[in-house]
């Protein structure tokens, strides 16, 4: 029971037959055809050799199929979580040393280690912090900076920065090392590109090409890029006119590897790899629920942390750098029919055999080509729309949004995403700081209390009945306090308070310790303050602390019985307790 | 209208008259005896020369009894704050120079202008994240740290430390060099003024003197003790003994004095000064709401902000250190009759005589003294029944207590309130994040539902109803995503999903989306999504997002017109949006 949950290959695996292993197949070829080139071209993003984006994608996709829940999703380098990774290790080593490339293993060993004590620990739920909007606003600023940060490679020239004002600097400043061979390359491939998305399925649909055809040619795009530009290359000898050209790749299985222990490369990388886990650990998780959801299957928050853990832990000792499930590949796999993760190791065998026998076949690959592949897959992220939803939806939302777009543009993905975040948590705060109070009376007819602002009701001179729309907390005791006493200070033919506490789910120690202050203020006035509708677990709460035995009034089960019993005390106002029905 | 929202002093000003004269006069009279002593006091555990504290009790109590709402409020120096401040300064320049002294005239201008500031921005809102086992854990652990770092003066050594580790090893190290006859002043001080507090009132009570003179007896039990002591060092020529005596203290009025704009400097006082504001207005308020609801008088937080800001800015001006109200000084002050602010306007004057006139005659005062006249002020702040009191009544709230304190003393004041604001706000998140979701069915014979684990109800097989007891937003969108995705993937009879969202008084943009998502799975599955009860204000929302019209099912007005609807339906099973009734 217990192996079989920290092991769902025991599960799917027993069921395994022969239409699921051709189905597996079958999807494993088309992705391994689409990763080929995607892996190189992240490898590059991160800052590191190709070969590290093929190495990336073999054993972390058969360590998740081993722990993870989702029979899609489809785990390797990634945009977001590659530039993230760039970014982290900026700081650290120069790109192309030795230095850099272990620090991108101590990375990922790192990510990996949080990811899979988040999952043992059950504390998944940090990721739910990054709100939607925050998400969506840090992925479209993300996109943006992925695009311009690739946009040197394209034109053949050195720039670098990892926000965007950096970037757009570095690349006016180097504009003039232009090489107008890698630039036409480049431009080329990436409108290519674009066409083979926007353009070419209208066309492929009108001629009658069947839609899976259709999907089929779509997706081998890229390979057709890779394939023109490495044969033009080539052919006509471009290197030798200063295009830059992927070059010699090892011809082997990944590398045994080991992170650094160095405590000073992990103290600085211990906020990086921390921020990595749970941006990657949001992509893959909506990705795998998405998927699942089309065949009522469960995913397991907490195992597939673990899953990405392992996949992380194995990127580390075999040559690779972070990793996570992506979004676009986890669909392919998908659409192509992978029925169980044993596509995803059927995945993992294919590009063993790529990085085995195929990387004398990318030496002459242009880096143009690559960059051309990235700057069409991460535009496909940008989408501004979150900006115009979010201002008609809520203004605190919008903020976050544009918070999180203008920080990560400005001053880089940490600062951008821990911006929104911050953000986001602090309106929260600040919005259930000052909840919603309504003095209510009686709908006249009836046994309902409204809002006396929005309906004609009822009211009693001597009572004042108020429904708090929001649990009480620290955040706002006080302002609870506040509103009662202004209530009450200022008309004095009150004599009776009343909280309807029907929407309070929650009553913490601060909350008691302010209802125990308003009720000593009122009794002060001569006021008795009194409860009705109080939940369940709140009322259990509130006896353990012997608030009820204090309190000058008492609780009512409805608003209804509590008017009604007030309104029957005689002229002098006041419940004795001992009167209590 | 404007002008008198901003002067409270107009409003009280225009009814002042001679009964109020009378009873302000002796409360000042009261007031300013009581401060003397505790002036002094607080300047030398802030670190500062004896005349701080008079001139920090003089203009900002003038500028309060303008600005400020309180009627009874005494603002000054006060040992929190005074020990804040100490630990502010501690890295910046040594006691006793030049530099630190500006260094607090400094703090206490910054400190000014951002109260003022957040009471301008009406931004008060910000002290409710203190919660209040935060609080009382940080006054408890301050104390303790405030009466360790008088031992020093006890004892006549040297020792410095601004948490319990640093003072307890600084005394240990010391403690050779103890002065005994300092020793001698220092303990019997102490142990008079406790008994002064715990054993006087019993005796004059029983000796049959009547309370108000009792009450008069027992506050001056610190001016007899700095009497007495300053006699004994005189008389005996103690001071060529070796203990430390307050000695020459300039007679002046409050010098005018300027705060250094240094941005370096003000870089460093930044989050000091914030917390110092904090922490001081926290205080500040508490007090003055509960002195005010004993006579029904309004507090106006946000003014409360502007008039203790001018205070501090008015201290930072005349030789002074940040100031806050105070609390045990407020009640004395209250219970002395004080009726307006001019009560502390005369309290103001009576100590600039005394800054004029009296500083000669406590040239001998010894600092033994001094500092017995804090630890017994401070061990009365110190109690630790708060945690008991939370564990009690909630374990997340006793967390955050334990932290406040442990951190506080082990590292000192600044730390230890972060800690616990940062605790605080995350286990409130947390508990949010998994909110107490419950599956209902109706109560047989009424219109009712409630939890099926929990009573006898009618269930549909082809129907759950799940009742949210929680707002939501970004914080627990995916929760309700999995719990609803985990519900349904197991039970293929269920046709329909029903969201019961009385107690949902926000749902953000996450929420949103989640729902969109939720929607589009069960979609997917073949379930319909419906919810009931939803709040006017969500519903405008939700309006707004044309979310409506893509959910599959359809909002009712209550939960129980909901199921009968669905169980209405022919055998197919989901509603044609047609026949919504």
Request: glycine share 8%; proline share 4%; net charge neutral.
């Amino acid at each position: 029971m217990t192996l079989a949950k920290y092991f769902p290959i025991l599960t799917w695996g027993r069921d395994y037959n022969r239409t699921a292993l051709s189905n597996d197949l079958v999807a494993a070829l088309i992705v391994t055809i689409m990763l080929i080139p995607q892996s190189l071209a992240y490898a590059l993003l991160a800052g590191l050799p190709p070969e590290a984006g093929l190495y990336a994608s073999i054993v972390p996709i058969m360590l998740y199929a081993v722990f993870g829940t989702s029979r899609a999703l489809a785990v390797g380098p990634v945009a977001v979580v590659s530039l993230m990774t760039a970014a982290a290790l900026s700081n650290i080593a120069e790109q192309g040393t030795m230095g850099y490339a272990v620090a991108a293993l101590s990375l990922a060993a790192l990510s990996g280690v949080m990811l899979l004590a988040m999952g043992l620990f059950r504390l998944g739920f940090v990721a739910n912090f990054l709100s939607h909007p925050v998400i969506a606003g840090f992925i479209t600023a993300s996109g943006i900076i992925i695009a311009a940060s690739q946009l040197k490679h394209i034109l053949g020239i050195d720039a670098q920065g990892h926000n965007l004002l950096e970037l757009i600097v570095s690349i006016g400043e180097h504009l003039s090392q232009t090489n107008w061979i890698t630039a036409l390359i480049g431009i080329l491939a990436t409108g290519f590109l674009f066409w083979v998305r926007k353009g070419l399925k209208p066309l492929l649909t009108k001629l009658g090409v069947g839609s899976t055809l259709t999907g089929v040619l779509v997706k081998t795009g890229p390979v057709a890029v890779v394939v023109a530009t490495t044969a033009a290359v080539w052919v006509f000898g471009l290197a030798d006119q200063g295009v830059n050209i992927v070059g010699e790749v090892p011809q082997s299985l990944p590398p045994l590897t080991l992170p650094s222990f160095s405590p000073d490369l992990l103290g600085q990388l211990l906020l990086p790899a921390f921020l990595i886990s749970i941006i990657g650990f949001v992509e893959s998780i909506s990705v795998a629920q998405t998927l699942a959801a089309k065949k009522r299957q469960r995913i397991d928050p907490d195992q597939e942390l673990i899953g990405l853990g392992a996949a992380n832990i194995g990127a580390s000792l075999t040559g690779g750098f972070p990793v996570t499930g992506g979004f676009s590949r986890s669909v392919v796999n998908f659409d192509a029919g992978a029925e169980t993760p044993a596509a995803g190791a059927f995945t993992a065998i294919g590009l063993a055999i790529a990085a085995l026998a195929l990387t004398p076949l990318i030496y002459f690959l242009p880096k143009a080509t690559l960059a051309a592949t990235i700057i069409v897959a991460v535009l496909s992220l940008v989408d501004f729309s979150v900006l115009k939803r979010s201002w008609n939806y809520s203004k605190a939302d919008f903020a976050a949004v544009l918070a999180t777009i203008l920080m990560t543009l400005a001053l880089g993905v940490e600062v951008g995403v821990s911006a929104g975040v911050g953000l986001s948590i602090l309106l929260h705060l600040y919005k259930s700081s000052k909840p919603h109070i309504a003095e209510v009376g009686q709908v006249p007819g009836t046994e309902h209390y409204r809002n006396v602002l929005r309906h004609d009701v009822i009211t009693d001179p001597s009572i004042v009945t108020l429904r708090v729309d929001e649990s009480l907390y620290f955040a706002n005791a006080r302002y609870l306090e506040d509103k009662i006493q202004n209530r009450v200070a200022k008309d004095k033919n009150i004599r009776h308070v009343i909280l309807q506490c029907a929407a309070v789910n929650e009553v913490d120690l601060s909350a008691l310790e302010s209802l125990e202050a308003i009720n000593e203020r009122l009794r002060e006035m001569g006021v008795q303050l009194h409860l009705s509708e109080v939940k369940g677990p709140v009322m259990d709460r509130l006896k353990r602390a012997h608030f009820l035995e204090d309190m000058t009034g008492k609780v009512f089960l409805s608003q209804f019985m509590a008017v009604k019993t007030l309104q029957a005390i005689p002229n002098n106002g006041t419940l004795n307790p001992s009167e209590i029905l």
